[in-house]
Structures are given as C-alpha cells and as structure tokens.
C-alpha cells in the first residue's frame, strides 16, 4: 500500500501480532485519517509536520488522540494551522463536546497571540480535496452515527479506506462509483457468527464483506481487512480468505 497505518485495531489491549494502536492512518508526512490511539507512535517532531487530518467520524477510538496531538505541536506550527477534515456531525462533536474549554481548551481561539493552531473544514459525501497532490475523495458510508470513507490516489496507486461500516445497498453503490482500485480496506469487527450484533453496531464479519465483493462489478486488485476487535480476532482469522490480508502497523 501507498500509505501506512499507525493504527489499524478496532479496541486496545491487542496482542503484537494484530496490531495493538487504534485507527490512524498516514498518507504523507503532513496528512493522517483519523487520530485513534495509533497516533502516539509518531515523535513530537513528526507530529509537528501534520497540518492536515481528515477524519471518518467522531467515535472515540477515532478521535482520542486529536487533542493530545494538537497539545504538543503548540508553537510547532509557524506554517499554518492544522485542519481538521470532516463531516459536519463530526465537527459540530468536537466543538460540543471535546474542543470546549472543559474537557479540552478550544483550540479555534487559543493560544492567544500565537499562530492559530486549529481550524475546522466542512467536507460532504463525494467531495474531493487535493492536499500536496494528494487527492482525497470523500464518500458515506453505513454506521451508527454520520462516517466517511476516503478513497486516496497518491503515486498512481488508488486505495479506497471504507471506514466504519456495515453492509447495506448505499455502501455498495458508493463503493461502485471508484473504478481501478488497486487496495480496498474494509473493516472486520466481528466473527460471522455475531453478524446481528455486527449489523446492529453498524459493522463488517467476513461472511458480510464476501457478500459485499460479490455485489462489486469491478473487484479490487487487493483487499485488507483492519478494525478487528480484539475479543473477536482468532474467529475472525479462522474465517479469512486466502487472498485477504491483514493491514499490519509499525
């Protein structure tokens, strides 16, 4: 793949081997998809180069570690601020309840006479952004709050990151839209066997995403699967295809 995650487990206290670090993904030095726990892998000094994350939506094990990151890059960021990409359930979370000078300082306004160090961008479903020529396409998927997924082209390579998700006819229309795509990463929460609680919570088994690549018309050349619950992980590696393979972190 052409990006990297930092984070790829759908909970904490994961074993080495399925990698431990919530969902974080690095597109390019200045650029991540969400701020789960994975983000505590980087330095201080890579941290201080990121001016852009987009994020899928606003649970915690998503976003948990935004405020912390934007806490260490202050007086860091004589370049611009870092904008936060997401949509507007999203953002109207982290204003309400995280940017909102009780749980964490409102980093819109402060620090005072410094570079402003935070700023918000409204995205919607199928909207494109080109960052550092990078372009990032926005699209909805299905789960129990607002979430998008990002299809990235970056270096010629088209990687399409579904997000949290379940199976639903929407999901397999946006999914259709992207044509030649070289890695689909698609969520694996929970075993087949726990497929109503998977439905219910607004996530994928392996028995849900084999129906899903059925219903693709234009299969991907490669398939991952991340956001694997840490209770669930040796049911669903039982029931792995041949030809998927597990997003690894670092």
């Known amino acids: 793949m052409n990006i ?3 984070g790829s487990n759908g909970g904490i206290g994961g074993t080495a081997e399925f ?15 969400d701020a789960g ?41 004589n370049d611009g601020p870092v904008t936060i990409h997401a949509n507007s359930s999203t953002l109207d979370a982290l204003q309400q ?23 918000f961008n409204t995205l919607v479903s199928r909207q494109v952004i080109t960052v550092d020529g990078i372009e990032l396409t926005a699209f909805a998927t299905t789960h129990t709050v607002p979430t998008l997924g990002y299809a990235i082209k970056k270096a010629g390579v088209h990687t399409v990151f579904a997000a949290d998700t379940t199976l639903t006819d ?8 992207f044509s030649a795509v070289d890695h689909l990463i698609l969520e694996c929460s929970f075993a087949s ?8 919570t607004g996530h994928l088994t392996p028995a849900l995403i084999r129906q899903l690549l059925q219903r693709l018309e234009q299969p991907p050349q490669q398939v991952w699967l991340t956001h694997l619950k840490p209770t669930a992980v040796s049911a669903i590696v039982s029931e792995l295809e041949p030809s998927w393979a597990l997003v690894s972190s670092h």
């Open 170 to 177: 929407a999901l397999v229309a946006e999914l259709q839209r």
């Open 193 to 200: 066997a726990d497929e109503a609680l998977a439905i219910r």
């Open 19 to 33: 990698n431990p670090g919530s969902t974080c993904i690095q597109v390019s030095e200045a650029i991540l998809v």
């Open 37 to 77: 726990t994975g983000l505590a892998k980087l330095t201080v000094e890579q941290m201080s180069k990121i001016r852009h994350v987009f994020l899928t939506h606003a649970h915690l094990d998503h976003i948990c570690c935004l405020p912390l990151f934007l806490a260490n890059i202050i007086g860091k960021n």
């Open 4 to 6: 990297e995650f930092l």
């Open 97 to 119: 309840h995280v940017f909102n000078q009780v749980l964490w300082p409102d980093f819109t306004r402060l620090p005072a006479h410094e570079p402003q160090l935070l700023q």
